[in-house]
């Protein structure tokens, strides 16, 4: 190795040694995504990644967007490429407002409406506003990796509340809640995806979500809404989120990752009127400002689309895509695995007889030509997991079955071993 080179290295180790102590403690609990790691390797040639959770962009009017882009910054340029105001722009909250009652929220007002940069900065504000190291935020189990990553690097203990088909369970919900009171714990928020779970699928039945917001303000826990798939349910009917009828407990994050691009980077956060003040300086703290350049694309998409009608042909996408591996599931997957039904969204959760660790098999389903998420990525739990979600979203039908088809007989090996 030539003296340079070394001497390089050299320099490589000590500055990492003296840098090492500069770290604060909450970087510590600061985690590459399981999610991200996969995604970076479901890009490669000749793979079936049933792993990335993204929507299906092709049927976008690209042409005419980039015309909409092109104008927005040949006659309102100086707008769209100056500062902008932390809150975001008057007109897209307005529009926000009836995005929301198109899902069931009547009466919001545009300035309890907060801009932000995906609805992931909603989640980190909301860590960062409400909660000290210690405090505790309950979860459902399994739930939204990038919240959980977000949550623990600010040092809170994520607790989790058991599903069932019908979504969180409110008798354990009020279970954990005494179990964890007793021990003195501080719980601030309940964060929950109650319509179409990442991952699971599963969604919070009507009847359940009023009683959890009752049992959440009974002990002055604020419930932290991530409805960004609400929109996405087959039948066009979507729940009423749990903000519509409980203004005053309830924190509603909104995106357009799903209902239009993930790339605009823009979500929104519905906040209670006597929280808004503190949770919107925390997010201009952040970000300054959301782009007002993405901020303008997204309102000329609300008022110069048919966005209603291209969502409504994304719910018929989703609809075959689904049925297509569920199909798949029930044709080539052996007998003792079990997986959820979702009425929308982008997600199946797999089940696996226990004593499977699915993240082993991830490497041998990498060299069979086919990607999926192991569910340990899902749950703050170091255990290992024998679960595994498969996303349909973004994968064509043929390809949904040729990957299952791909999959199905790691898992029936790796069951044979386990007997």
């Keep these: 190795m030539p003296a340079e080179t070394e001497a390089a290295l050299e320099r490589a180790v000590d500055s990492a040694a003296r840098h090492d102590r500069l770290f604060s403690l909450r970087a510590a609990n600061i985690k590459q995504s399981a999610v991200r790691d996969v995604f970076d390797i479901s890009i490669r040639p000749g793979l079936v990644s049933l792993a990335g959770g993204s929507p299906y ?20 340029g100086l707008e769209a490429l100056q500062y902008g105001g932390g809150q975001g722009m008057d007109e897209l909250r307005r529009l926000v407002c009836d995005v ?8 919001a007002d545009p300035e309890d409406i907060v801009i932000t940069t995906g609805s992931q900065s909603a989640q980190d504000v909301a860590a960062k506003v409400f909660c000290d190291p210690g405090d505790v935020i309950l979860c459902e189990d399994p739930t939204y990796v990038g919240a959980l990553n977000t949550f623990e690097a600010y040092q809170v203990d994520v607790v989790t509340i058991p599903m069932d088909d019908a979504g969180l369970i409110p008798d354990e919900l009020e279970r954990v809640i005494a179990e964890l009171q007793a021990q003195g714990r501080s719980i ?5 995806i109650p319509s179409f779970n990442n991952p699971s699928g599963i969604t919070m039945a009507a009847d359940r979500r009023q009683r959890v917001v ?28 749990m903000r519509a009828d409980n203004p005053d407990d309830v924190i509603y994050l909104g995106s357009f990752s799903k209902i239009f691009a993930p790339g605009v980077r823009l979500g929104w956060a519905l906040v209670p009127r006597h929280l808004y003040r503190r949770f919107y300086l925390a997010c201009e703290a952040v970000v300054l400002c959301p ?7 997204v309102s000329a998409y609300l008022t110069e689309y048919d966005w209603r009608g291209h969502l409504s042909s994304m719910r018929s ?10 199909g798949a599931l029930a044709e080539e997957f052996p007998e003792g695995v079990h997986w959820t039904t979702p009425d929308g969204g982008f997600f199946v959760w797999v089940t696996l007889p226990e004593g499977i660790d699915t993240y082993p098999l991830l490497y041998t389903a990498i060299d069979a030509g086919v990607v999926f998420i192991p569910g340990a990525a899902f749950t703050p739990s170091d255990e290992p997991s024998n679960k595994l979600r ?6 064509s039908p043929e390809d949904i079955v040729e990957g299952v088809r791909r999959l199905a007989p790691i898992l029936r090996g790796a069951i044979e071993q386990n007997r």
């Design 291 to 297: 782009s007002p350049l993405t901020q303008m694309l």
């Design 188 to 192: 601030k928020l309940l964060y929950t």
């Design 214 to 241: 009752d049992i959440c303000r009974e002990h002055n826990i604020l419930v932290l809404e991530d409805n960004p798939y609400g929109m996405l349910r087959f039948d066009g009917e979507p729940l009423k989120p």
């Design 317 to 326: 996408l989703y609809r075959e895509r689904c049925d297509a591996m569920l």
């Design 390 to 395: 498969l996303a349909f979203s973004a994968v």
């Design 100 to 107: 929301m009652a198109a899902e069931g929220i009547e009466g």
């Design 57 to 76: 962009l092709k049927s976008l009017p690209l042409e005419d967007l980039g015309r909409t882009a092109q104008k927005i910054i040949a006659e309102h």
